[in-house]
């Protein structure tokens, strides 16, 4: 017994003096994971190989730049014939105007929007102490569960086109104001009447969609719900 630990004895005092006395190298081009899973491939019997693959996966990171010890032990532990691969840190992407699951009917977001009624018009605010159009119907929206992104122009890029002369409580209706494409939004509330963050009003407030202003600059509607 004492001779079958005595190599690994040695091996052992090798390592660390390495560790102690060998500055650490820059990065190498190969993979110190790939290396280390091919010598575990012709080594994993004893419990005692194990214990030294760590140890030279250690000293190798010493002199090529310092690896994750976490990686190198998910190495050296994997079962024969296969090589365990470090944690990713990659996650997949995530679509910035993806619409969240909701029950809600468009009454209940008419209703939500209503409770808003004379918060300040801020240009570039997304909460109740002031909101601009896009930020007014982005925030009543997320109360409903479903998932908007930030501007005018996003929110007409998504969802279900809607005829004018098909509207419902809840579409969001567009207008081009500004500049070129939709740059204004709020909510139709049924009766020819929609709720919006108004920059003229300065408040949230309610408007009728067959105003002069509004029929020429109206562009579209957009529904979110089924």
């Known amino acids: 017994m004492y001779f079958?630990?005595?190599?690994?004895?040695?091996?052992?005092?090798?390592?660390?003096?390495?560790?102690?006395?060998?500055?650490?190298?820059?990065?190498a081009a190969f993979s110190l994971t790939d290396l280390?899973?091919?010598?575990?491939?012709s080594a994993v019997g004893t419990s005692g190989n194990g214990l030294i693959n760590v140890?030279?996966?250690?000293?190798l990171g010493k002199l090529l730049g310092n690896p994750s010890v976490s990686s190198l032990l998910n190495v050296a532990k994997a079962p024969e014939g296969k090589t365990a691969s470090p944690?990713?840190?990659?996650?997949?992407?995530?679509?910035?105007?993806?619409l969240g699951a909701s029950t809600a009917s468009g009454e209940a977001i008419v209703a939500d929007a209503q409770k808003y009624m004379g918060v300040p018009y801020v240009w570039g605010g997304v909460t109740p102490d002031g909101w601009d159009c896009s930020g007014f119907t982005q925030y009543v929206m997320k109360e409903m569960g479903i998932d908007l992104p930030r501007s005018a122009a996003e929110q007409f890029a998504i969802g279900t086109p809607?005829?004018?002369?098909a509207l419902q409580p809840g579409d969001l209706i567009f207008f081009t104001t500004y500049k070129p494409g939709a740059s204004h939004v709020g909510f139709y509330m049924g009766d020819g009447k929609f709720i919006h963050a108004s920059s003229v009003a300065k408040q949230v407030t309610i408007s009728?969609?067959?105003?002069?202003?509004?029929?020429?600059?109206?562009?579209?509607a957009r529904r979110y719900i089924h």
Request: charged share 10%; glycine share 4%; hydrophobic share 50%.
């Open 4 to 27: 079958r630990k005595r190599p690994i004895i040695i091996t052992l005092l090798l390592c660390l003096s390495v560790m102690m006395i060998t500055p650490a190298a820059p990065a």
């Open 55 to 59: 140890l030279l996966g250690l000293v």
């Open 208 to 220: 009728p969609l067959d105003g002069a202003y509004y029929v020429a600059h109206y562009i579209g």
């Open 87 to 98: 944690a990713s840190t990659v996650t997949s992407p995530v679509s910035p105007a993806t």
């Open 162 to 165: 809607v005829d004018k002369d």
């Open 36 to 41: 280390l899973a091919q010598t575990n491939a």
